[in-house]
């Protein structure tokens, strides 16, 4: 079988076609998490994504690691234990872009009793391995400092933790990259044919169409992963997708601190206020089916005066649609368990191979998922194909630091030293790019001693020199790819800021394809 291998790559490459142990489909946290893990094993790696990197449900999330309280009452042990344990491993794995935060449940009689919250907790707090986030406890309210209602006296407090999804999306890619993968944005996969035992793979970008082998396909299309299965592969899905639409409102800080609040509704759903960037309060998510185009996910008028109504039973800030600085809303795509509640389909992931026969290339599709299991759900695809894969190497993906986490000993204190050799920095700028790059930060800086020396000034704390290097070294290509994805600075900008950004951005395009020519 090894010598048959190597005779098809050889013959491949001699016809100026490259062989892939994997090609995923698909650039958000899962086919990124599992290219990540693959190239780690020593399997060769391509990645295409026919947008750019967490440009969908990857980056619409509550923007949060966490176990699943509210998964309990719907019985889901095994993805709570799973997702308990791994708020721990990322927390360590990524302290940069993810931060412990403490959750306030303020106690609501009519909604869930006293006794059933508090099981809840302790089944949170002893179900997964918990050694850094501290456990939970009762907590009254004080009418004069606390920002709920007066007749909210008491509630409950218990740990989870806070991510930058879309930077969390972007450094699985980093790392997949400098783990030997290829990884290519905005390159759509037109179509895939199963050829003696390989996996042919039809690619188009803005140069044109090529094409790739493969001898396993991982299908990571997330909203798209049945529809690719039918209308590109031509083969029948083995299970249904629910679309479930969940919207967020972004609004000016509703409270003082750094908790989050966990609001109970009468639906028996719960919202989340995550103070969010220093200035806002992200207030969400719905859970609403959605029978549109996954592209185009906007907020609906209903679901902002439930998020609205909501906030505006708990907290003394009144909120109305004026207040809303930003919206923002994706798709969770969760396979399809014919639960009549959008809010009870299960979030757990399932992996689906389709290998009947021998000699056929085998294809592993994913339904499911969330943001804080992508780790173990990459572990499970490529336990699935270790039969394909004799020689893979053993998992590794626990104990590894993400990029930017190498040699960081405290936020505070790498932006203590940036803030000592970049003359001019501020504190909130220092702060920002600690988070954004963690160590990796003086990669871009190049040996800069003032943000004098970093070029263009956008304004808002972003410099040429950092925009250099989010298109060299993470795939950005627009301006919402660096705003909205790579820097969140797409609050702050002015349309005059934006048009500014562009027309630097076309520049540097226009640089890199004259030095790609030559």
């Known amino acids: 079988m090894k010598n048959k291998n190597i005779a098809i790559k050889e013959a491949l490459m001699s016809d100026h076609q490259t062989l892939y142990d994997l090609v995923v489909i698909g650039g958000g946290i899962n086919g990124v998490g599992i290219a990540a893990d693959a190239a780690g094993r020593g399997l060769s790696v391509f990645l295409c994504e026919k947008d750019d990197l967490a440009s969908h449900t990857s980056s619409a999330s509550s923007k949060l690691i966490h176990g699943g309280l509210r998964y309990l009452e719907h019985k889901e042990f095994r993805l709570v234990r799973e997702a308990l344990a791994e708020r ?31 099981t809840g907790l302790f089944f949170y707090d002893h179900l997964g391995k918990r050694e850094k986030l501290a456990g939970s406890n009762h907590i009254r309210f ?12 008491h509630g409950f407090e218990y740990s989870d933790c806070a991510v930058d999804d879309a930077r969390l999306v972007v450094l699985n890619a980093i790392q997949a990259q400098e783990m030997g993968a290829k990884v290519v944005t905005r390159t759509r996969c037109l179509s895939a044919q199963r050829q003696n035992g390989l996996w042919c793979v039809e690619l188009e970008n803005a140069q ?16 798209w992963v049945a529809q690719f299965i039918q209308q590109d ?3 029948k899905s083995p299970y249904g997708v629910r679309l479930i639409q969940g919207s967020h409102l972004i ?51 209903k679901e902002i005066d439930y998020l609205l109504d909501i906030s505006n039973k ?25 639960s009549d509640n959008p809010s009870a389909v299960t979030r757990d992931y399932t992996l689906a191979l389709n290998h009947e026969f021998e000699d056929e290339a085998p294809l592993l599709s994913v339904f499911g998922g969330k943001l804080t299991t992508y780790r173990k759900l990459a572990e499970s695809a490529l336990d699935h ?54 160590t990796r930060l003086w990669l871009f800086l190049n040996q800069a001693t003032s943000v004098h020396e970093l070029g263009q000034d956008f304004g808002h704390g972003l410099y040429a020199q950092e925009v250099d290097y989010l298109v060299e070294h993470e795939w950005a290509v627009s ?27 076309i520049e540097v395009h226009e640089r890199r394809l004259q030095r790609d020519v030559a």
């Open 88 to 118: 721990e491993v990322l927390l360590t794995k990524a302290p940069h872009i993810i931060r412990p935060m403490r959750f306030i449940m303020p106690h609501q009689p009519h909604l869930r009793p006293a006794w059933l919250i508090r």
């Open 479 to 505: 301006t919402d790819d660096i705003l909205k994805r790579r820097t969140k600075l797409y609050l702050e900008f002015s349309e005059n800021d934006v048009f500014a950004l562009d027309n630097y951005l």
């Open 251 to 301: 609004v000016p800080r509703l409270y003082e601190g750094n908790k989050a609040y966990i609001m109970q509704n009468n639906d028996q759903r719960i919202v989340f206020a995550i103070p969010y960037l220093g200035r806002y309060t992200l207030i969400g998510t719905t859970d609403n089916e959605y029978l549109g185009n996954p592209n185009h996910v906007e907020i609906t008028e």
């Open 385 to 438: 194909l270790s039969p394909f894969f004799v020689e893979m190497k053993k998992a590794w993906t626990e104990k590894a630091l993400l990029p930017g986490a190498e040699n960081l000993n405290s936020i505070e204190e790498l932006v203590a030293q940036l803030q000592d050799k970049l003359s001019g920095i501020s504190h909130e700028l220092a702060t920002r790019w600690v988070h954004a790059y963690g």
């Open 208 to 223: 044109g169409i090529y094409q790739i082998k493969a001898k396993v396909l991982v299908n990571a299309a997330g909203p």
């Open 314 to 338: 708990y907290f003394k800030t009144q909120l109305t649609s004026a207040h809303i600085v930003a919206t923002f809303s994706g798709v969770r795509s969760l396979c399809d368990d014919e």
């Open 142 to 153: 004080h009418p004069i400092d606390s920002p709920l209602k007066d007749e909210i006296t």
């Open 233 to 235: 592969l031509q083969l």
